[in-house]
């Protein structure tokens, strides 16, 4: 027994004199968590890291049977599905992961807002975030395509279509996003490239200088918890954070567990770019919003094509969102802002709003 | 001249260098860049040329107050054969978002699944967000042949 922890003693100082881990010790020693009523909002960025990871870890194991082409695609995901070990759990658990990464993604951004964790000095720390969303988008969107079949296709084409809709450049980037002037084949590849290897990098660029950023400047304290005098405490982030952000993310394993288990991922009909779109053709949740939007547009709003205005109107709105730490003036002198407060609300009821009808309103109406 | 003398000519020579150094790594990043985005952009297609095709199924086929999907080239257009018998035809891309029109028999209309868009026989833009019509074809029944052509 003292041979063994003697020699591990030694295997520590062998590594500690090669890459100085009791820096690394030290600087996890320090990292604390302020404690206040909100600290459990704390919690959903390293959820979403959590699930992101998962991502990866089942990303790479489809990408053993995935072929990515449109005479291929479809059948090598039903073989997976069908014949492959485990291969329906793998591919569920993606699935799964990928809604519920965007789920903790939107409470983290709307918790941080409410907080008014953007306020200086984290304006970047904001952004950064802002591009983590953007790129989680632009995963959902590709990852979609992928199995190729008929749901995932006519969302697709819709999806690039508002590409074109942009004035000036929108019929350059449309033949850029699809390859050719419509969605085939070489759409699925461009999809999968980016799917698979352009966002990957980019997270890993943005995410590394978001947690960077995080860590340098540490938690953010709400100005209603500072204006009471401050939080009761902190709590050290190794290892009484890091245990509780443990629980959470087994919790989030055995729920991801449960809903490939019980509601495993779909396949449906193979995509047939000459058959008339679906009934009840539907994007990924995160878009119903939107989608549902551009369906009670009518087809001109002052001389302008109705999905030109609510395109551009979202575009905008995301651009607002995007530089909200620079357009908020009043939290970065100190101030209350409870417009802020009030839009961000307005925009949550808007979203859930349309998102319900999307789904319960009879697509044939 | 005096001024000359007193400014030291190793800071222009300096400014000489950083200017040839900054304008040769932008030139690279140039050369780099530039191939990779023109690799990016897809080769150009030829546009079809097809101005007519001959429909793969005959008129005893399309049943009256029916639709069917054929292919005009490389893109799809939808066939109508109205409850009178007639046919008609259109391009079945429909003029809102693009995604593929059908025939909905219960209400003689057009329809698309994606928005809910409607068009009437002419291909007119009849309820929803599409914001045209939709671009039609001309149709000749030659004996057991359909042969749809572009409009004159």
Redo the contacts between chains.
Sequence with gaps: MASYGRRWDALYAWLDERLDLTAIGKIAQKKDVPVHRHTIWYYLGGMTLFLFVVQVCTGMLLLIYYRPSADEAYESVQFLMAEVQFGWLVRSIHAWSANLMIFTLFIHLFSVLFMRAYRPPRELTWVTGMGLLGVALAFGFTGYLLPWNELAY?AT??GT??VGVFPVVGD?LL??A?????VTG?TLTRFYAVHVAFLPLLTTAILGLHLYLVQKLGMSVPPRVEREGGPAGRMKFVPDFLMRDLVGWLIALALLAALAAFIPAELGTKAD?????????KPEWYFMFM?QT??Y????IMGI???VVGILGFGLAGLVVLLLPFLDRRTARGEKSPLVTWLAIAAIVFIIVLTYLGYTMS??? | MAENQSAPPVASRRRFVDWLLGTSVGGLVAAVVYPAARY???PA?AESAASSVTLPFSPDDVEPNTGR???FG???G?LVRLASGEFRAFS?KCT???????YRADLSQI??????GHFDLNGH?VE????APLPDFEVNVRGDQIVVSRGA
């Design positions: 006519f084409r819709v279509e508002i350059f033949r850029v699809r390859g050719g002037e419509d070489a770019p000459f058959a008339p779109a679906p009934a009840g053709i989608f551009l369906k547009l009518p087809a001109h094509e109705g999905d697509p044939t109406a | 990016v952009v897809p297609s999907i054929f292919k490389s893109q799809p939808i079945a809102h978002l693009g995604c593929i029109v059908q329809w698309c699944a994606c928005h809910n833009n929803g967000p599409p914001p």
